[in-house]
């Protein structure tokens, strides 16, 4: 149960801290316009400005030595999406929203530098991959990315325990794993993939964050887990952070040649033009120059110690450039203060409804039934509902609805699998998608939707979402707003998520009890 409790408390701690803008409804569009065929730069482009902090980042670095190689000075947003390219564009967003989402939050955890970390690791991955001639290097970056993604949460919403395992990993009395386990019941990959799913990344992205789950991987997500793997223990390496002595340079260098089928002295290379891209956003973000640097000592690897030489070399000879001032947002009104109090409320109850029901071993109908009323009760979504598969997949039926007027939720959602208006929702079954659609109004959304969905059921905006058990689809869990004018706003997304993945969380206890 303490890896439920350490998930727990980090939902708490991110209702109290508000959303995360990494996984906010614009990045979310973001990655739908940019995966879509249909799509144009134009639209892609639209998408990005909705976030005025993200285009104005987005145009800086675009300017950069990096992505602006003698085009001239890219002021617009759509001419860097068409320069740059959809699959960068959008990894680029992502990076930025990182950044944005965590750091100067807990300056002494050390959480910036597990940021650089991981725009470092994602971006040598991506470098080797593409020397290795891997067909889609942008989600070996997204891989890259992510690989770190517990330790950035656990750092961020639970730093006083992260602060404990800091220092029990300089007393070297125990490896860094266990020092996770003991500290949270779980390690930190298991955080990382249970939040990476719960924020609709693809499967191949989630399983490539653990050595475990990595194991089903073949082709190229093999060689995404491999990259992603090695690099983060590269890092480990040069910013001294390993204290297990297990870890050897040259070893994990030659396994990362073996990878890519590319001499060493080429890996240097990918590692050092990594560099200079985090140098380059550090520049236009206000990252300090001095996180970035690697700790010069001596050691006894030599090769190690020469590589760290020439990066902080490196690092400290660039100019210093003057850093973007900090944005302030505007205060909330009180009404807005009183509501956020009431939702935040809200989920704590629910939260421990469900704790007391996986203590109580209830039925799994009864779970459902919480978690399906959590997603109203705790955000402004109007009307959710879980519909179970069956007939051996066959069918998707409402089983549970909870919310305003849920008739036409029961009615519509009576779909059987050769429907041609219910391709779309076993798809996302199929292919374990999130998929978010803020404002249905916007543009190509109703030419895209099954049209007796939208006549039937007539969302606002809505989220539907495939719930997996023991990695098992049982069924879909959909919620929705049909007010005119609302759309689904980035809190109630997170909302939805975080009882998606405590439903998903007490079935499978409830089932390794039985």
Same mark, same amino acid.
């Given at each position: 149960?303490?890896?439920?409790?350490?998930?727990?408390?980090?939902?708490?701690?991110?209702?109290?801290?508000?959303?995360?803008?990494?996984?906010?409804?614009?990045? #979310?569009?973001?990655?739908?316009?940019?995966?879509?065929?249909?799509?144009?730069?134009?639209?892609?482009?639209?998408?990005?400005?909705?976030?005025?902090?993200?285009?104005?980042?987005?145009?800086?670095?675009?300017?950069?030595?990096?992505?602006?190689?003698?085009?001239?000075?890219?002021?617009?947003?759509?001419?860097?999406?068409?320069?740059?390219?959809?699959?960068?564009?959008? #990894?680029?967003?992502?990076?930025?929203?990182?950044?944005?989402?965590?750091?100067?939050?807990?300056?002494?955890?050390?959480?910036?530098?597990?940021?650089?970390?991981?725009?470092?690791?994602?971006?040598?991955?991506?470098?080797?991959?593409?020397?290795?001639?891997?067909?889609?290097?942008?989600?070996?970056?997204?891989?890259?990315?992510?690989?770190?993604?517990?330790?950035?949460?656990?750092?961020?919403?639970?730093?006083?325990?992260?602060?404990?395992?800091?220092?029990?990993?300089?007393?070297?009395?125990?490896?860094?794993?266990?020092?996770?386990?003991?500290?949270?019941?779980?390690?930190?990959?298991?955080?990382?993939?249970?939040?990476?799913?719960?924020?609709?990344?693809?499967?191949?992205?989630?399983?490539?964050?653990?050595?475990?789950?990595?194991?089903?991987?073949?082709?190229?997500?093999?060689?995404?887990?491999?990259?992603?793997?090695?690099?983060?223990?590269?890092?480990?390496?040069?910013?001294?952070?390993?204290?297990?002595?297990?870890?050897?340079?040259?070893?994990?260098?030659?396994?990362?040649?073996?990878?890519?089928?590319?001499?060493?002295?080429?890996?240097?290379?990918?590692?050092?033009?990594?560099?200079?891209?985090?140098?380059?956003?550090?520049?236009?973000?206000?990252?300090?120059?001095?996180?970035?640097?690697?700790?010069?000592?001596?050691?006894?690897?030599?090769?190690?110690?020469?590589?760290?030489?020439?990066?902080?070399?490196?690092?400290?000879?660039?100019?210093?450039?003057?850093?973007?001032?900090?944005?302030?947002?505007?205060?909330?009104?009180?009404?807005?203060?009183?509501?956020?109090?009431?939702?935040?409320?809200?989920?704590?109850?629910?939260?421990?409804?469900?704790?007391?029901?996986?203590?109580?071993?209830?039925?799994?109908?009864?779970?459902?039934?919480?978690?399906?009323?959590?997603?109203?009760?705790?955000?402004?979504?109007?009307?959710?509902?879980?519909?179970?598969?069956?007939?051996?997949?066959?069918?998707?039926?409402?089983?549970?609805?909870?919310?305003?007027?849920?008739?036409?939720?029961?009615?519509?959602?009576?779909?059987?699998?050769?429907?041609?208006?219910?391709?779309?929702?076993?798809?996302?079954?199929?292919? +374990?998608?999130?998929?978010?659609?803020?404002?249905?109004?916007?543009?190509?959304?109703?030419?895209?939707?099954?049209?007796?969905?939208?006549?039937?059921?007539?969302?606002?905006?809505?989220?539907?979402?495939?719930?997996?058990?023991?990695?098992?689809?049982?069924?879909?869990?959909?919620?929705?707003?049909?007010?005119?004018?609302?759309?689904?706003?980035?809190?109630?997304?997170?909302?939805?998520?975080?009882?998606?993945?405590?439903?998903?969380?007490?079935?499978?206890?409830?089932?390794?009890? +039985?």
């Amino acid at each position: 149960m303490k890896y439920q409790e350490t998930l727990n408390a980090i939902y708490a701690r991110l209702d109290r801290l508000g959303d995360l803008p990494v996984f906010s409804a614009t990045v #979310n569009r973001i990655r739908q316009v940019s995966s879509s065929r249909q799509s144009d730069a134009m639209a892609l482009a639209m998408a990005v400005m909705k976030d005025a902090n993200l285009s104005a980042k987005l145009l800086k670095i675009a300017n950069t030595h990096t992505y602006n190689r003698g085009q001239g000075k890219i002021s617009a947003v759509s001419r860097a999406v068409v320069l740059i390219g959809f699959e960068r564009i959008h #990894n680029l967003c992502m990076t930025l929203k990182l950044i944005e989402s965590f750091r100067d939050e807990q300056p002494d955890t050390g959480i910036e530098q597990l940021l650089i970390s991981a725009f470092l690791n994602a971006s040598i991955a991506r470098e080797m991959a593409a020397a290795a001639g891997a067909v889609d290097i942008e989600e070996t970056y997204i891989c890259g990315l992510l690989y770190g993604l517990g330790e950035i949460i656990v750092a961020f919403t639970l730093p006083d325990t992260y602060r404990d395992m800091l220092r029990q990993r300089a007393l070297k009395r125990e490896g860094w794993p266990r020092i996770q386990l003991q500290a949270l019941g779980g390690h930190f990959s298991d955080i990382g993939q249970d939040l990476a799913q719960s924020w609709g990344f693809p499967k191949t992205v989630v399983q490539a964050m653990d050595p475990l789950s990595a194991d089903q991987l073949h082709g190229k997500d093999k060689l995404n887990h491999r990259l992603a793997a090695g690099c983060h223990d590269l890092l480990e390496l040069i910013y001294r952070r390993d204290t297990s002595g297990d870890l050897d340079y040259t070893e994990l260098m030659l396994d990362l040649a073996s990878a890519t089928r590319q001499p060493v002295d080429s890996l240097d290379q990918h590692v050092s033009e990594a560099f200079r891209q985090v140098c380059d956003l550090a520049d236009e973000y206000g990252l300090r120059n001095s996180t970035i640097s690697p700790r010069v000592e001596a050691s006894e690897d030599a090769p190690l110690d020469e590589a760290t030489r020439k990066l902080a070399y490196y690092v400290h000879s660039r100019e210093a450039r003057r850093r973007d001032p900090d944005v302030v947002p505007a205060p909330l009104e009180s009404a807005q203060l009183d509501e956020k109090a009431h939702w935040m409320e809200q989920q704590l109850i629910y939260l421990q409804r469900l704790n007391e029901l996986i203590s109580e071993q209830a039925g799994a109908t009864s779970l459902l039934e919480v978690a399906v009323d959590a997603i109203v009760k705790s955000c402004a979504l109007e009307r959710s509902a879980f519909c179970m598969l069956g007939s051996e997949g066959k069918e998707l039926r409402a089983k549970l609805v909870s919310g305003l007027d849920g008739r036409p939720l029961r009615h519509f959602f009576q779909l059987r699998r050769d429907d041609e208006w219910a391709t779309l929702f076993f798809r996302l079954m199929d292919k +374990r998608m999130t998929l978010l659609v803020p404002d249905t109004d916007e543009p190509g959304w109703r030419d895209r939707l099954p049209a007796e969905f939208m006549q039937q059921v007539d969302p606002r905006g809505f989220i539907m979402a495939p719930l997996a058990v023991n990695d098992r689809v049982i069924g879909l869990i959909y919620a929705d707003k049909i007010t005119p004018g609302s759309i689904v706003e980035d809190q109630e997304f997170r909302v939805f998520n975080q009882f998606l993945v405590q439903a998903r969380l007490g079935l499978e206890v409830l089932r390794h009890r +039985r």
